[in-house]
């Protein structure tokens, strides 16, 4: 069950992960400098903070799921 949890996680943290290269693109053939008073480094990091927070969330979840699947915790002797 754990491999399952981890490998829908994987995809889940590389679909925005795509998804931000593909709006980053679109964005970068809209972007005038002309037209908006931003520099395209703040599209960017909006971008970046939409797609990459939450696939980098998605990650650190399936890292912590593989870590607990080869190191479960300990269990504590009660006296």
């Not at 972007?31 to 908006?36: G, V």
Request: proline content about 6%; overall charge positive.
């Amino acid at each position: 069950m754990a491999r399952k949890g981890e490998k829908i996680l994987r995809i889940a943290a590389a679909g925005p992960a795509a998804l931000f290269i593909v709006l980053l693109g679109a964005d970068a053939l809209r972007y005038r400098s002309t037209l908006y008073s931003a520099p395209f480094w703040v599209f960017a990091l909006a971008r970046a903070v939409e797609c990459l927070l939450p696939a980098a969330l998605c990650a650190a979840a399936a890292w912590l799921v593989r870590r607990r699947q080869v190191h479960p915790p300990r269990k504590e002797k009660q006296s």
